[in-house]
């Protein structure tokens, strides 16, 4: 009797389980709508692009793309930092022009907000208003300066004002048909790997290019070249000789530009040749050797008369035969 009684609760059980599942409500979840609101895309200009800023107020049209499931009405920011302003509100095109008066790096972005309120932002775009490098002046040696010396650099003064890095192109030439010399220099300065020929008329010109490949070229200039420093001290002297109270003429020829030579060394047909530190202002003859006799010479240059005076020491052999001053005086005729 017990057990026909746990049996009939066993089935109680179930069956009440069994009416409480067959009356619960079905219901199916409703997906919620997702409101998209238009991501700013494909700008123009296109990022980063370089504008040419020619020294008045330029217009820059703005444009964009994006689409959204409702109204959609635009804010704009234009700047030249990266945290550009606010310069529309809420309009409903997808252009706006904008007004830059000097050079630089702009930025700009566009918001969204559609109907619903959604906002979404473009990226960071940027505009390159790109003003080309000053011409370059202040050419040294100046324009039609004469008498320049054969060596040296050529200068000049550039500035860009955005401030970018400049490189420069330098042409030249003996006529005013110039030929490129150097390119893609980083400073203000060329020296040629060579000296300029003496007592020529030269042209020259050089051209900026900035960081953004904006090019000004600087007008032609002209210098011409005065005589090589070392021909100061060419041509026939006067030789003499103190200790021994006696003087003979002697000529010296140019043999490179910092060396002359002559062939009657001491007045005895010799030849000799000479070093000058044109920038120490002296000249010195090592110890040269001519059969059984050699001689050392050294002394001091003046570059206004050509004048040398130094001290000499001949030998013959090992032994010390002489030993004097010589002073070099330009002759007259």
């Known amino acids: 009797m017990k057990r026909k009684s746990i049996i009939l609760v066993m089935l109680l059980v179930l069956s009440g389980l069994f009416v409480m599942q067959s009356c619960t409500k079905d219901e199916t979840a409703t997906a919620p709508t997702v409101l998209i609101a238009a991501v700013p895309a494909n700008p123009v200009p296109v990022d980063a692009t370089i504008i040419p ?8 049209s703005l444009a964009w793309e994006g689409t959204a499931t409702s109204t959609i009405k635009w804010n704009v920011f234009f700047g030249d930092s990266e945290e550009p302003d606010q310069v529309a509100t809420e309009i409903t095109g997808n252009t706006f022009n904008v007004t830059v008066r000097t050079g630089g790096t702009y930025y700009w ?3 969204t907000i ?23 002046a202040t050419y040294v040696p100046a324009n039609a300066a004469v008498n320049r010396s054969v060596n040296g650099p050529l200068t000049w003064v550039c500035s860009d004002p955005e401030g970018d890095d400049i490189t420069y192109k330098v042409y030249l030439g003996k006529t005013s048909t110039l030929a490129l010399a150097a390119e893609i220099l980083n400073t203000t300065s060329y020296t040629p790997a060579t000296t300029f020929t003496a007592s020529t008329l030269y042209y020259w010109k050089v051209v900026a290019v900035d960081a953004n490949g904006a090019v000004t070229e600087g007008p032609v200039q002209t210098f011409t070249t005065g005589l090589e420093a070392i021909s100061t ?16 003429d002697i000529s010296f020829a140019k043999v490179t530009s910092t060396t002359i030579k002559t062939t009657n060394y001491w007045n005895s047909g010799w030849a000799g040749t000479f070093t000058l530190d044109l920038t120490k202002m002296t000249y010195s003859m090592p110890t040269t050797v001519w059969g059984s006799y050699s001689a050392i010479e050294a002394g001091i240059i003046e570059p206004k008369t050509g004048k040398m005076v130094g001290t000499y020491t001949i030998w013959y052999g090992t032994s010390v035969i002489e030993q004097g001053v010589h002073t070099y005086t330009k002759a007259t005729k």
Do not use: H, M, Q, R
């Open 53 to 60: 800023f020619v020294g008045t107020p330029i217009t820059i």
């Open 109 to 111: 972005k566009v918001e």
């Open 114 to 136: 559609d109907a619903k309120s959604v906002k979404s932002t473009s990226p960071l775009w940027s505009v390159i208003v790109n003003t080309k490098p000053a011409a370059p």
């Open 233 to 248: 001290y060419t041509g026939n002297y006067l030789c003499d000789e103190p200790a021994e109270d006696y003087s003979y």
